[in-house]
């Protein structure tokens, strides 16, 4: 939780973060999941972000929203904890 202007600090400073020049440095599994219709950055930005990463897994999926907690939860859910273990979790 945070102020009206907490939040907007927060996001001011969110936008200002640039870690272009690190991504070719990292060295471990990444999954980068962007969501196609991203209403906040660009679908395009998730794909430079994981066309940087050495070996990097890329994932689109279909929605708007930008938050991994808003929207179809579970699809993002049920990709990390592939990634993570291999397998997913039978319903």
């Known amino acids: 939780g ?7 600090a927060l996001t001011k400073m969110n936008a ?15 999954l980068v999941i962007h969501r196609s219709g991203d209403l906040c950055l660009k679908v395009e930005e998730g794909r430079y972000v994981a066309s940087q990463i050495p070996a990097c897994k890329y994932l689109e999926i279909d929605g708007i929203d930008h938050l ?21 979790h039978a319903d």
């Open 2 to 8: 945070a102020s009206p202007g907490a939040a907007v």
């Open 16 to 30: 200002e973060i640039d870690v272009r020049s690190v991504l070719s440095t990292i060295r471990i599994p990444t």
């Open 68 to 88: 991994p907690f808003i929207g179809n939860q579970d699809e993002i859910l049920d990709e990390i904890e592939e990634f993570l273990t291999g397998v997913r």
